[in-house]
């Protein structure tokens, strides 16, 4: 079997590769580049595409499917009519599927399956980095801080941290946020930061 | 009590009014908090209709008739009780090509600038590179307003030259790339590749028909029917956001709320053309001023007319060369809505059209029609090729349709 997936983030469709891969008896095709999308798919010819939803390159695909005849009669979306609630998943999810019609619908279904999974793995896989990120970015910026108090003031290393504390906590807001209006305003008042 | 209503929408200038109903007020004073979706295809906006994520969507018109009939995935009725905007769209070529065939500096007639093009795309098509156009949906009025044009002046659009499907926002890379060497596209990506030197807009969509529908307020009927009141709320807080659009005291404020990174994300000055009629053709070039390019509220614009939806099957028929049926005419004048949107916007000053229907193209002066209120009037409403659309005689018109010659 045959299987192309679309998109333009090179990491997930990696990710996608990989769930994949544990299927077997599989050929797995990735695109990530938006020109020649329509070539690439129709040298492909696979059975199943999976593709992004946020991917704008939708429609041309929907458009080179209705008037090509290289895939018998591929279908957006579903495994069969009635199976909403794996389409709602994948939709959910972030993926869409264009599928030969008459093709396997167990086998459809569990590789639809596995793709929703994967997508779910690689955003969960995002949230945690965003976070570790901006958590990051957080202590720097009370390092900064803390810093800058300690030269401007002559505050030892805890004292300038509990003197953030302290306004954090008078003013209702996060240390950071208070490191971030310290490191602000020295930045206005010229200095090195 | 407000009640949430999610509607979804691609970054275009004409997602303006569910955009405005939300930011102004108008929704929440009508009891509804709406839920603005932004997707990148139309193919992503529909699914999302479908399966229930949104409860409404900013569509192409043609979508909306080609899924109530069942082209290309199963049939699901949809509804249309509101127009969204009429035309707001232009063709652009590669600046050479437009060098060749339309005047500097201003938008040629359609009749003068078809028969340069023509000769261009028979030496194309004789030298075996024909010229190829993007189009933005297979089921978009763009492509059935180009494909009018281009057959109205003897190109036809299968034989002789090429139309594929271009995203919005691919347009002016494709143009830049040579993939195509023209688009047909809404604002404010015609002006996004006349920024980049990519293009030079030649045609606005209202040249070819003056009072063009393009896109509607599309939901599932059976959400239209079990969400009745909701929908008619939604409908009065988008005419009120139609008539805000077209208040030109209203002009700079609601480009910089289109103009935001969750809606658009365009430059704000770029909007601010269309929403105010003024184009740039061409880099460097002067702005012109072009009445009525995007087309808003006066003359009932949103009211969705029958006939609208009954030219666009016509075209659907033409181009999808399949047989007329009068059973999927039936399901088509079902799409368009005109009753529900009489319904919300009785008692509202809004000019509410007795009929359901009228003659398209046949304005070539002012006409007045009835209205629940009164009279009003409508302007110039003509096909460049002077063609007129009867709804009664659908047949009739696509037996004349010059294409096959």
């Known amino acids: 079997m045959r299987i192309a997936i679309i998109d333009e983030s090179a990491v997930r469709a990696s990710v996608m590769q990989e769930g994949l891969a544990q299927l ?90 596995l793709a929703i999974r994967r997508f779910h793995a690689f955003s969960r896989l995002q949230t945690e980095l965003s976070v570790a990120q901006s958590k990051l970015a957080e202590r720097e910026s009370v390092d900064k801080a803390k810093r800058i108090l300690m030269q401007t003031r002559g505050l030892g290393e805890p004292e300038a941290y509990a003197e953030l504390r302290k306004t954090a906590m008078n003013q209702g807001k996060r240390i950071a946020e208070i490191a971030d209006a310290v490191v602000t305003a020295h930045n206005l008042i010229g200095g090195a930061a | 009590m407000t009640t949430k209503f999610s509607i979804g929408f691609l970054p275009l200038v004409d997602a303006a009014l569910p955009i405005l109903a939300h930011v102004h007020g108008f929704a929440a004073d009508e009891g509804l908090h709406l839920e603005l979706v932004k997707d990148v295809s139309w193919a992503t906006v529909l699914d999302r209709l479908l399966y229930g994520h949104t409860d409404a969507a900013h569509m192409v018109a043609p979508l909306a008739i080609a899924t109530t009939l069942g082209r290309g995935r199963p049939a699901q009725p949809l509804s249309a009780p509101f127009v969204l905007g009429l ?115 030649v045609l606005a969509t209202a040249q070819v028909w003056r009072r063009g529908v393009e896109k509607v307020l599309a ?63 061409h880099k460097g070039g002067e702005l012109i001023h072009f009445p009525d390019f995007m087309f808003q509220y006066r003359e009932a614009a949103n009211f969705p007319w029958v006939s ?65 209120q009164g009279l009003i009037t409508l302007e110039k409403n003509a096909f460049f090729d002077g063609r007129i659309f009867d709804p009664h005689d659908l047949a009739g018109y696509l037996a004349q349709d010059s294409y096959a010659k």
């Open chain 2, 219 to 281: 939901m599932r009927e059976s959400v239209m029917e079990s969400r009745r009141e909701e929908v008619e709320a939604l409908i009065r807080a988008l005419h009120r956001a139609a008539r805000q659009f077209v208040d030109p005291e209203a002009l700079l404020t609601n480009a910089a709320i289109l103009a935001r990174p969750e809606y658009l994300n365009a430059d704000v000055n770029l909007i601010l053309r269309a929403l105010g009629d003024r184009l740039l053709l």
């Open chain 1, 24 to 113: 077997g008896d599989c050929e797995i095709f990735v695109i990530t580049e938006r020109r020649g999308l329509v070539r690439r798919i129709s040298e492909i010819d696979a059975d199943i595409v999976l593709m992004d939803l946020g991917n704008p390159s939708r429609d041309v695909l929907e458009e080179y499917f209705a008037v090509s005849r290289v895939l018998a009669r591929p279908i957006a979306m579903f495994v069969d009519d009635s199976d909403e609630e794996s389409i709602g998943a994948s939709i959910d999810a972030g993926v869409s599927a264009y599928v030969v019609d008459g093709f396997a619908p167990h086998r459809i279904r569990s590789i639809l399956d």
């Open chain 2, 308 to 372: 609208q939806a009954q030219w666009l099957y016509s075209q659907m028929l033409r181009w999808d060369r399949t047989p007329y049926d009068p059973g999927d005419e039936a399901k088509v004048a079902r799409v368009f809505r005109p009753d529900v949107y009489r319904s919300a916007l009785t008692g509202t000053d809004a000019p509410l059209p007795g009929a359901s229907s009228k003659v398209e193209g046949s304005l070539h002066q002012p006409m007045v029609v009835g209205t629940q």
């Open chain 2, 87 to 201: 035309n707001g769209n232009a063709i652009t070529l590669k600046s050479d090509l437009a060098q060749r065939v339309a005047p500097e500096g201003a938008l040629g007639d359609p009749v003068e600038v078809g028969a340069a093009l023509r000769e261009i795309a028979m030496e194309c098509k004789a030298a075996g590179h024909p010229l190829c156009f993007g189009v933005v949906h297979r089921y978009s009025s763009h492509n059935y307003m180009l494909r009018y044009w281009l057959a109205g002046c003897g190109i036809r659009p299968d034989e002789d030259v090429e139309i594929t499907t271009v995203p919005p926002p691919f347009c002016a890379d494709a143009l830049e790339a040579g993939d195509v060497d023209g688009i047909c596209v809404g604002e404010p990506w015609n002006s996004v590749a006349v920024e980049r030197g990519a293009g030079t807009i």
